[in-house]
């Protein structure tokens, strides 16, 4: 009998047109999902870089707009290709004071569902609670992922990167000077 999950990733496969060996399973974009998280928890950021197209973006839209569109709104982080590079390379560096020393964080990741393609790209949507521990307190940021995914080769890659924010509003939190 087929479950529930299976039947909407069967109904992705064919609203999308492509093929059941087209869209990769939900465990093989779990276990993309879950070494990105692994490599973010342990600021393993150039090897987290690795998991990403040349062209990547990465965004996370006002927590008022969450719909927005970088291009029109002003977003809380709204990076290309070259700004990740670059906000990796100060992370790793002693210019980021407000990094040093490193937060402590714990990602959690659940409900991850392919949900269907775009041309070349995989639609993958998951939510996500991530906690960070620093200087004795606790924030945790809680939300989803929209991710566009590409297969280089036998390779999944992350060409799109969206983290949704559920909270209200960044306060206490204030900022976010690591990658959600």
């Known amino acids: 009998m087929e479950s529930t999950h299976d039947r909407t990733e069967a109904e992705a496969r064919k609203e999308s047109g492509m093929s059941s060996t087209d869209l990769p399973s939900r465990q093989e974009v779990e276990d993309l999902l879950y070494k990105e998280a692994a490599l973010l928890d342990e600021w393993r950021l150039d090897e987290w870089l690795e998991l990403l197209t040349e062209d990547a973006v990465y965004e996370i839209p006002p927590t008022d707009v969450p719909e927005g569109d970088s291009r029109n709104t002003l977003f809380i982080i709204a990076d290309d290709a070259v700004r990740i590079r670059s906000r990796v390379k100060q992370l790793l560096g002693k210019a980021a004071w407000s990094e040093n020393p490193r937060s402590r964080t714990r990602r959690m990741i659940a409900n991850v569902r392919v949900v269907g393609a775009d041309d070349d790209k995989i639609l993958v949507t998951a ?54």
């Open 127 to 180: 939510n996500f609670a991530v906690h960070r521990m620093r200087y004795e307190s606790v924030d945790t940021y809680i939300g989803h992922y929209d991710y566009k995914l590409v297969r280089l080769g036998n390779d999944l890659k992350i060409r799109e990167r969206r983290a949704i924010l559920d909270n209200e509003a960044l306060r206490p939190h204030g900022k976010i000077s690591f990658i959600l």
